[in-house]
């Protein structure tokens, strides 16, 4: 079509739907502004005399917007040769973020809906990212001749009220699609109200005819799902909810026969690139001085290491932060601070104390592992890959199987790990996998895992005795594994691509037993014949690791390791120095050498020969200082 002729249509319909006049139409002889005489004071003389005041007074403001609509609509149909020899162009969608005039009075009487509800309405200048497929289905279900009504089902801070805001800002325009157009949207409080006047506002806003009524976080509202159910029928009523996929999971697939009468709308988050717009959008209407390398890095950032919230809220909460700084243009490194303290995260170049931790972290943690050299070479590697940022973006930082006997140092190694990088033993998060073996632990597993990583983004996943866990379980992992996310039931995905996750199992210990020097490819073979590990989930782990049985001289190492934690421990808490001699070592090597239960006799060893005595010492009244024990 002719540009100039698109155009003039757009204008023409615009002017006639500029001062209202269908609206207004329609609602000729309805009160002034919707008022009302209420109450005992006023007698029935009273009350008749203001209603006729007040529709009259009603009627001549809409008799006047009318004619000016009407006036408005002629000059711009004249001006159609004009259009036609001069290609101007004017933009369907400017002429829709263009308010209208008189709607105010074009509402009908809705007085107890207005005590309960108000107006949702946003600015033309916040503009709306990533929500087009959403749109058009709001648009499908608002539009249907019978039933006309939404479920926006997603998580805070995907958008849902910023959706429902534009609505409103649509329902002003006289261009926009018919579900819409010339509607009132506004949000009903139902919290505290009285049953009789929720079906007064839910009259009044079927009666009117151009009313939607929003009910935020619907779940919440389980009881009276009966009540709303009769108003959702109505032809000339449109309702929105919303919910999240928790909630709709956990509650409305309760009610399918409610469920039924929505169309439901899922709200996704934002994608990198309409959170970047979103977040410009914000920028420019709130003033905000910042570098654009600092912008983009807000949402590279977000995206990776914040996993409890969606785009593009947590980025717009990493703005505010940095807008309370109030310095005169925020950057990069401002960026990187505030993400790093909110999520204890090292951001940016290595510092030289990290550096040093980094290169030093192999060495460390062979100090004080004996005789798995490959566990602790690639565990190192996977936390500098990590930290350096060239690990895989798509799969956690790392992930390790350790197999092999009790006592050899599976669990202690993770131990060492954590305190070497990231400060102490305890760092790690550990679920003891025993506690998973029946079909329906598997939810349970799935919602603590993902609630614990959403909270420590960058962790040590451990997970002991993993073959005691529902093979269900195992099926969860493999998408952990591989691409480093965890779906739950609801929707919400936990995002593990910070993480290093290892795990521990005690399976086919006998062969290792029999065999130290087993091949572990044949060992791994093993497995799956016995049917104790799916080959597809065995492959996807970094890397597998075989734990070998201590011989006398790592059990000798061992013990000296231990018996110096006890020699550190009884001097800072007891001033005592414990004096460890090579006799003391062979006799506790000797007496906790087992190679079934590897190091952990050790433990009961030290207990005996070293603690006992010590306690007695202390109770004889002995003073601090130097004990010899052999």
Do not use: C
Not at 41 to 57: D, M, N, P, Q, T
Not at 192 to 207: C, H, R
Not at 280 to 304: H, M, P, Q
Not at 498 to 504: E, G, H, K, L, V
């Amino acid at each position: 079509m002719h540009p100039g002729i698109q155009s003039w249509k757009n204008l023409v319909i615009y002017a006639y739907n500029a001062f209202s006049v269908p609206l207004l139409l329609r609602t000729l002889l309805s009160p002034w502004e919707n008022d009302k005489a209420e109450g005992p004071a006023y007698s029935f003389v009273e009350k008749l005399a203001f209603g006729i005041f007040s529709r009259f007074l009603g009627f001549i403001a809409r008799i006047i917007f009318i004619a000016i609509g009407l006036i408005f609509t002629l000059i711009v149909i004249a001006t159609f040769p004009i259009f036609f020899l001069i290609p101007i162009k004017i933009n369907r969608e400017y002429l829709e973020n263009l308010d209208s005039f008189g709607a105010y009075l074009s509402y009908g009487n809705t007085y107890s809906l207005n005590k309960h509800s108000h107006d949702l309405y946003s600015s033309s200048s916040l503009k709306l990212y990533g929500k087009d497929k959403a749109l058009r289905m709001i648009e499908r279900g608002l539009s249907k001749d019978k039933v006309r009504n939404v479920l926006l089902v997603g998580d805070t801070g995907v958008g849902k009220s910023v959706i429902v805001a534009h609505l409103g800002r649509l329902g002003r325009s006289g261009l926009s699609f018919s579900g819409i157009r010339n509607h009132r949207v506004v949000e009903l409080t139902v919290e505290g109200i009285a049953l009789d006047d929720f079906d007064k506002s839910m009259n009044e806003a079927a009666q009117a005819g151009n009313v939607i009524v929003v009910i935020e976080n619907i779940h919440e509202y389980e009881s009276i799902y009966e009540r709303i159910t009769s108003y959702l029928s109505m032809s000339h009523l449109g309702i929105i909810v919303t919910t999240d996929f928790s909630n709709y999971d956990q509650v409305l697939k309760a009610h399918p026969q409610f469920l039924s009468m929505f169309e439901k709308v899922d709200v996704d988050p934002t994608n990198p690139d309409d959170t970047l717009s979103v977040l410009k959008n914000t920028i420019g209407l709130e003033g905000i001085s910042i570098k654009e390398d600092a912008v983009i890095e807000i949402v590279n950032l977000s995206d990776r290491y914040i996993g409890n919230q969606p785009q593009p809220l947590k980025s717009i909460l990493i703005l505010e932060e940095l807008r309370a700084l109030k310095r005169k243009i925020l950057t990069i490194d401002d960026v990187r601070q505030i993400i790093s303290d909110k999520t204890n995260i090292p951001m940016g170049a290595l510092g030289v104390d990290e550096r040093n931790v980094l290169m030093g972290l192999e060495d460390k943690m062979k100090s004080k592992i004996i005789g798995q050299e490959e566990a602790v070479r690639d565990v190192s590697e996977a936390l500098r890959r990590l930290r350096t940022g060239i690990a895989d973006p798509s799969k956690p930082a790392g992930s390790f199987l350790f197999l092999g006997p009790t006592g050899v140092g599976k669990t202690y190694t993770a131990k060492i790990l954590a305190e070497s990088y990231f400060g102490h033993k305890n760092a790690m998060i550990r679920f003891d996998m025993s506690e998973f073996s029946l079909s329906d632990s598997v939810t349970t597993f799935s919602d603590r895992l993902a609630s614990v990583i959403e909270e420590n983004p960058l962790s040590l996943v451990f997970l002991d005795e993993l073959e005691k866990s529902n093979v269900a379980i195992h099926h969860l992992l493999l998408q952990v594994l591989d691409e480093g996310r965890l779906t739950r039931e609801s929707g919400r995905e936990a995002n593990f691509k910070n993480s290093i996750i290892i795990a521990t199992s005690n399976a086919g210990s006998a062969d290792i037993m029999a065999n130290p020097t087993i091949d572990k490819k044949v060992f791994v073979d093993k497995l799956i014949s016995a049917g104790l590990f799916a080959p597809e989930f065995l492959n996807r782990w970094s890397a597998v690791i075989l734990f070998k049985p201590l011989d006398k001289d790592s059990i000798k190492k061992v013990t000296s390791l231990m018996l110096q934690e006890v020699a550190d421990r009884l001097l800072a808490e007891k001033q005592i120095k414990l004096v460890i001699t090579d006799a003391l070592i062979d006799k506790i090597a000797q007496a906790g050498f087992d190679p079934e239960f590897g190091a952990r006799p050790i433990n009961r060893a030290i207990e005996e020969i070293v603690e006992n005595k010590v306690a007695d010492y202390i109770v004889a009244g002995n003073p601090a200082g130097e004990i010899k024990i052999l």
